[in-house]
């Protein structure tokens, strides 16, 4: 047989297209090794064929690096077929934020941008890659639709799918996210967890768990289940008695999470508890699955959000805090390259907030002589509440309190230590507000009953400074002190909001001064400010969301806070809520990654984009993304008949 067909038929490659043997025998390597590797086992041969002409076959040397921000914009586009490339950030110590193997594609978001990567790309073990120049990279993107599909995913898929990650992110698949978004816990659940009765001693816990492996043991008690830890046996079980049983130190009615969670939802439950393990259950099983190690989630463990929490309980001082603070833009850029949604991205960013204020109000209230009959509750308003916070954000806060005291005596003992708090918060980078809604201001230190008639005044009054005024305060979530008085101050607005028709209508027509920034045409519309221009994400492309959702939830009586939460209350025939949440979980990502960029630079994080230095798709995607917020308007103007 002529050796020309038979290298056809072994790459696949028919009579019409170009003689496989004019390709150097390095390419045809090369052609060979992809044609087993999605999504190039989908390429027309022949395509895949003429783009191959430049592709080789490198060896990656351990230690070797690939890419790095300093570099520039990359020029070469690597296929993984054996080792491993850990993608590494600063202040991770050594310890990768991303990993990729044999069929991972990098660095697909910076060579569609033309920016440098945002990692440094290393080579953990040694092995072979196919590359491609760019060149020959956008010949091919060009020329099979279903390598551009791969590398682009069209901008309906990317708006409908939740998390948007090909659009910013160097690695490429699931197999190089610290926690991807479609993996279920049980992916991640390598081993059964030992399980062990109560009444085992902690001696014998110990040896078990030495020879079984792990990090925890699942107690069988006999009212449930507990969790017994490593660290519990070395630390609970030092100053206890030989005959100590598990039962006795166990964690009861530990946290629970559904198998088939993803990951990403398992990261933001120990964030927003501060735990480090979850009782991983199974529906229709009796017993627990197991238990899941925070460990499992995160490859950079030194920085996961479970060990923030710990040493934020642990702090003793501001200084302490302020060392913890400092870490987070560090979670977010690994969070970030993993392609998470900004949803679980910015719960994790407010779960570690809420606890480093609740330290702040604790170190700050703990030796504090307050009288017994004194009730307070701290409010947190805006974005915390909502718990949609970025790396960019001030202080909202107020105090509600109760009791037999006189209002005039509570605010006595109440206000300095608020106003402690918010100077506290303020040195650790959250800004005071601008607009003073801070607990330490005496106007938004009040008694039940003083909340209950400022919201009926604003509510039934409805001016515009009462609309101003009102919409900070219908994002809100007690932070600390009594729960019970957090349900009560909530009730003074809720109901009245859901009766008022009128206020709901003044809201919207409020919200609808606020347009999304799209000219007639369908440019993007900018605006000045300190002698720039671009477009102010936050307000002009988060808001029009946040203010629909919040009067759809205040039009139904909804204890929602989140956005995303409030937007699945649009009714289905106005707007899908999956577009909904899509396209404002586009903007609000876009405006993290504008704001991460600005920290790694040095410089202070605004909301102020330039679109001229977005790429093509980006751009695609944020004019869609607010085509969908003038749709949502639409709604909110047809409903309210403005």
């Known amino acids: 047989m002529d050796f020309s067909i038979a290298v056809r038929r072994k790459l696949g490659v028919t009579m019409d297209d170009p003689d496989p043997t004019?390709?150097?025998?390095?390419?045809?390597?090369?052609?060979?090794?992809?044609?087993?590797?999605?999504?190039?086992?989908?390429?027309?041969?022949?395509?895949?064929?003429?783009s191959m002409r430049e592709g080789r076959i490198r060896r990656l040397e351990h230690g070797e690096v690939l890419l790095e921000p300093r570099m520039g914009p990359p020029e070469t586009f690597f296929v993984l077929l054996s080792g491993r490339v850990d993608?590494?950030?600063?202040?991770?110590?050594?310890?990768?934020?991303?990993?990729?193997?044999?069929?991972?594609?990098?660095?697909?978001?910076?060579?569609?941008?033309?920016?440098?990567?945002?990692t440094r790309q290393q080579v953990a073990e040694p092995g072979k890659a196919v590359t491609l120049p760019i060149n020959a990279f956008e010949q091919l993107r060009r020329e099979s639709e279903a390598f551009d599909d791969f590398c682009t995913?069209?901008?309906?898929?990317?708006?409908?799918?939740?998390?948007?990650?090909?659009?910013?992110?160097?690695?490429?698949?699931?197999?190089?996210?610290?926690?991807?978004?479609?993996?279920?816990?049980?992916?991640?659940?390598?081993?059964?967890?030992?399980?062990?009765?109560?009444?085992?001693?902690?001696?014998?816990?110990?040896?078990?768990?030495?020879?079984?492996?792990?990090?925890?043991?699942?107690?069988?008690?006999?009212?449930?289940?507990?969790?017994?830890?490593?660290?519990?046996?070395?630390?609970?079980?030092?100053?206890?008695?030989?005959?100590?049983?598990l039962a006795e130190i166990a964690t009861r009615d530990p946290v629970g999470i559904d198998a088939d969670t993803s990951l990403l939802e398992a990261a933001v439950t120990l964030a927003e508890h501060g735990f480090h393990h979850l009782l991983v259950t199974e529906r229709g099983r009796d017993e627990p699955l197991g238990v899941l190690d925070e460990g499992a989630l995160y490859r950079v463990n030194a920085m996961t959000p479970g060990l923030l929490h710990q040493r934020i309980g642990r702090a003793r001082d501001i200084e302490a805090l302020a060392g913890i603070r400092h870490e987070v833009p560090g979670i977010v850029g690994a969070l970030l390259?993993?392609?998470?949604?900004?949803?679980?991205?910015?719960?994790?960013?407010?779960?570690?907030?809420?606890?480093?204020?609740?330290?702040?109000?604790?170190?700050?209230?703990?030796?504090?002589?307050?009288?017994?009959?004194?009730?307070?509750?701290?409010?947190?308003?805006?974005?915390?509440?909502?718990?949609?916070?970025?790396?960019?954000?001030?202080?909202?806060?107020?105090?509600?309190?109760?009791?037999?005291?006189?209002?005039?005596?509570?605010?006595?003992?109440?206000l300095p230590l608020a106003r402690r708090v918010n100077e506290a918060l303020?040195?650790?980078?959250?800004?005071?507000?601008?607009?003073?809604?801070?607990?330490?201001?005496?106007?938004?230190?009040?008694?039940?009953?003083?909340?209950?008639?400022?919201?009926?005044?604003?509510?039934d009054q409805g001016t515009p400074e009462h609309?101003?005024?009102?919409?900070?305060?219908?994002?809100?979530?007690?932070?600390?002190?009594?729960?019970s008085l957090f349900e009560q101050w909530a009730n003074a607005w809720r109901e009245p909001a859901k009766k008022?028709?009128?206020?709901?209508?003044?809201?919207?027509?409020?919200?609808l001064r606020n347009q999304p920034p799209l000219t007639l045409f369908g440019g993007f519309r900018t605006r000045s400010r300190g002698g720039q221009r671009g477009i102010d994400i936050k307000l002009d492309g988060a808001t029009p969301f946040v203010d629909a959702a919040r009067i759809e939830a205040l039009a139904q009586g909804s204890a929602a806070t989140r956005t995303d939460q409030r937007l699945a209350l649009v009714p289905e025939r106005a707007l899908p809520a999956e577009d909904l949440t899509a396209a404002y979980?586009?903007?609000?990502?876009?405006?993290?990654?504008?704001?991460?960029?600005?920290?790694?630079?040095?410089?202070?994080?605004?909301?102020l984009i330039d679109p001229d230095r977005l790429d093509g798709l980006t751009q695609r995607l944020l004019k869609e993304s607010f085509r969908i917020a003038r749709k949502l308007q639409q709604h909110l103007a047809i409903a309210y008949q403005l």
């Open 153 to 245: 995913r069209r901008i309906g898929h990317l708006l409908t799918r939740g998390p948007v990650a090909e659009e910013i992110d160097d690695g490429a698949g699931p197999s190089g996210a610290l926690l991807d978004p479609a993996t279920p816990i049980r992916a991640r659940m390598e081993s059964r967890t030992l399980k062990l009765d109560g009444d085992t001693t902690l001696a014998r816990a110990a040896r078990a768990l030495e020879a079984h492996g792990g990090e925890a043991i699942l107690v069988n008690l006999a009212d449930g289940f507990g969790i017994a830890t490593l660290r519990d046996l070395a630390f609970r079980g030092l100053t206890r008695p030989a005959d100590t049983t």
């Open 337 to 414: 390259e993993s392609g998470s949604g900004f949803a679980p991205i910015s719960r994790i960013v407010s779960g570690i907030n809420d606890a480093i204020t609740r330290r702040v109000i604790g170190l700050t209230f703990e030796d504090a002589p307050l009288p017994a009959e004194l009730e307070w509750c701290w409010l947190t308003f805006g974005s915390e509440a909502r718990s949609e916070q970025t790396l960019a954000t001030d202080q909202d806060n107020g105090l509600v309190f109760g009791g037999s005291i006189d209002p005039h005596a509570a605010r006595d003992h109440l």
């Open 500 to 511: 008022n028709s009128r206020f709901r209508r003044q809201l919207a027509a409020n919200a």
């Open 467 to 483: 609309l101003l005024k009102a919409s900070i305060f219908f994002d809100a979530r007690g932070l600390a002190g009594s729960e």
């Open 22 to 50: 004019d390709l150097s025998e390095d390419a045809r390597e090369a052609l060979l090794a992809l044609r087993e590797i999605a999504p190039f086992d989908r390429i027309d041969p022949g395509i895949l064929a003429r």
């Open 585 to 607: 979980d586009f903007i609000q990502r876009l405006r993290m990654r504008h704001q991460y960029a600005q920290i790694q630079r040095g410089e202070s994080p605004d909301n």
């Open 426 to 459: 303020d040195q650790l980078g959250y800004p005071l507000c601008p607009g003073n809604i801070m607990a330490g201001n005496p106007d938004l230190c009040l008694s039940v009953d003083e909340w209950d008639k400022r919201f009926r005044d604003w509510i």
């Open 87 to 118: 993608g590494l950030v600063e202040g991770s110590d050594g310890q990768p934020v991303w990993s990729l193997s044999r069929g991972d594609s990098f660095p697909l978001g910076a060579l569609m941008e033309g920016r440098p990567v945002s």
